[in-house]
T-cell receptor
Framework: ETGVTQTPRHLVMGMTNKKSLKCEQH?????MYWYKQSAKKPLELMFV???????ENNSVPSRFSPECPNSSHLFLHLHTLQPEDSALYLC??????????????FGSGTQLSVL | AQKVTQAQTEISVVEKEDVTLDCVYETRDTTYYLFWYKQPPSGELVFLIRRNSFDEQNEISGRYSWNFQKSTSSFNFTITASQVVDSAVYFCALSENFGNEKLTFGTGTRLTIIP
C-alpha cells in the first residue's frame, strides 16, 4: 500500500464517451503527477501539479484535461479519445523539497481501453 | 536531452540465481539523480533507490545492490539469490538537478524468477 489510490482500476470506453480518472493521496504530499504507460515505451510524464498549480504539461493533447481541486486529489478528464490512448495511466505524488529530488509514490493505475 | 536505456527487455532466471539488470543513461547535466523502481503485477511502481551523481559508492540493501559507474554512465542493479517475489518490471530513471518534472524513465526490464 503506497498511500496513493486510483479509481477505477479498469475502464473501457468508446471514442465518443466522456470519463474521468481519479487519484487520491493520503501522504500529505504537495505534488501530484499523471503518467502514461504504454507497452514497450518508457513512462511518459503528462502533467505535474505543485500546490494545486499545474507546473508541467508535457505536450498532452487537449482530449486529456487534468484537474487538481486540492493537494490530495487529482483527476484526469477524458473525452473523444483515440484507440492509441489505450494504456495504463499512473498517478504519483511526492513531497518536494529544495535541493533534492524526492521519490515518487505511485498508485496502481487505471488500465484504459479505448474501443 | 536526457535518455535512459535498459537494453534487456525480458530476463528469466531460476530461483536463487543472481541477476543483474543494466541501465545506461545520457545527460549533459553535471548534477543529476538516478532511481530504480519496481513494478509488481499489481501495477504500482515502488521506489527502490535514489542516488545522486556525486555519490559513486556502491550500495547494498539486503539482496539488492547497485553499481554506479560514472565513467560508463551506468547504474546497474543486481539481485542476489533471487526469489519468486522479485518477479516484476524494473525501471531505471534519471532526473535533473531539481524537480521530478524532468524524470526520464527507461523502457523497463521484465524479470521473471522461475521456481
Amino acid at each position: 500500500e503506497t498511500g496513493v489510490t486510483q479509481t477505477p482500476r479498469h475502464l473501457v470506453m468508446g471514442m465518443t464517451n466522456k470519463k474521468s480518472l481519479k487519484c487520491e493521496q493520503h501522504l500529505g504530499h504537495n505534488a501530484m503527477y499523471w503518467y502514461k504507460q504504454s507497452a514497450k515505451k518508457p513512462l511518459e510524464l503528462m502533467f505535474v501539479y505543485n500546490f494545486k498549480e499545474q507546473t508541467e504539461n508535457n505536450s498532452v493533447p487537449s482530449r486529456f484535461s487534468p484537474e487538481c481541486p486540492n493537494s490530495s486529489h487529482l483527476f484526469l478528464h477524458l473525452h473523444t479519445l483515440q484507440p492509441e490512448d489505450s494504456a495504463l495511466y499512473l498517478c504519483a505524488s511526492s513531497q518536494p523539497s529544495s535541493g533534492a529530488n524526492e521519490k515518487l509514490f505511485f498508485g496502481s493505475g487505471t488500465q484504459l481501453s479505448v474501443l | 536531452a536526457q535518455k535512459v536505456t535498459q537494453a534487456q527487455t525480458e530476463i528469466s532466471v531460476v530461483e536463487k540465481e543472481d541477476v543483474t539488470l543494466d541501465c545506461v543513461y545520457e545527460t549533459r547535466d553535471t548534477t543529476y539523480y538516478l532511481f530504480w523502481y519496481k513494478q509488481p503485477p499489481s501495477g504500482e511502481l515502488v521506489f527502490l533507490i535514489r542516488r545522486n551523481s556525486f555519490d559513486e559508492q556502491n550500495e547494498i540493501s539486503g539482496r539488492y545492490s547497485w553499481n554506479f559507474q560514472k565513467s560508463t554512465s551506468s547504474f546497474n542493479f543486481t539481485i542476489t539469490a533471487s526469489q519468486v517475489v522479485d518477479s516484476a518490471v524494473y525501471f531505471c530513471a534519471l532526473s535533473e538537478n531539481f524537480g521530478n518534472e524532468k524524470l526520464t524513465f527507461g523502457t523497463g526490464t521484465r524479470l521473471t524468477i522461475i521456481p
